[in-house]
């Protein structure tokens, strides 16, 4: 493979999912691909079908390879119970957050406004949950119902720490594909 373009049907053959946290099974991945994009799959123990569109390729641009070190450098990459299944970025500075959301969507590995509601969390604030809301919307460019705030006893900036939960196990996986395809190249 060459190492500015990673091939994605190529980056999962003979792969397989994480294991599930409740049953510790571990399926096969597979991949479709319609150039320009390829379907990577696999099926449950109930024959359900889990599948995610991905580009055919990933071009690994300079500031993509710097998204994947902060990925690999600054957020949870921790397979313990269900964190498997989710991509999560943290950080007290926006513009990192931003960059990194930005350049996923960039490169169609995410798009941005499929981010649900609620599921990023907002922790470690000495401001009001509004204002601090309010804030990282702005900031981030997404509305204020993506947000959600959880009072807890550390409050160590007025912003606090914000911490975007992208759950797609199969989104999870390529990534860390990825990262481990850069890290052993």
């Given at each position: 493979m060459d190492f500015k373009k990673i091939n994605i049907k190529l980056?999962?053959?003979?792969?397989?999912?994480?294991p599930s946290?409740?049953?510790?099974?571990r399926h096969n991945l597979y991949a479709k691909e319609?150039?320009?994009?390829?379907?990577?799959?696999?099926y449950t123990?109930?024959?359900k079908i889990i599948s995610k569109s991905f580009p055919s390729d990933v071009i690994l641009t300079p500031k993509l390879l710097y998204v994947f070190g902060i990925l690999i450098g600054e957020c949870p990459t921790s397979l313990g119970d269900s964190n498997y299944r989710r991509v999560t970025i943290t950080n007290s500075n926006p513009k990192l957050i931003q960059i990194v959301l930005e350049e996923l969507e960039k490169a169609n590995l995410l798009k941005i406004s499929y981010i649900i509601d609620?599921?990023?969390?907002?922790l470690h604030f000495k401001k009001d949950d509004n204002v601090v809301i309010d804030y990282w919307a702005k900031e981030l460019n997404l509305s204020t119902g993506k947000f959600k705030c959880f009072n807890d006893k550390s409050k160590t900036t007025?912003?606090?720490?914000c911490h975007v939960y992208i759950s797609n196990v199969l989104l999870r996986r390529v990534i860390d594909l990825i990262q481990e395809y850069i890290l052993n190249y």
């Open positions: 980056l999962i053959e003979g792969k397989k999912t994480y946290w409740s049953t510790k099974e319609e150039y320009p994009y390829t379907t990577i799959y696999y123990k109930s024959n609620k599921s990023i969390h907002l007025d912003y606090g720490v």
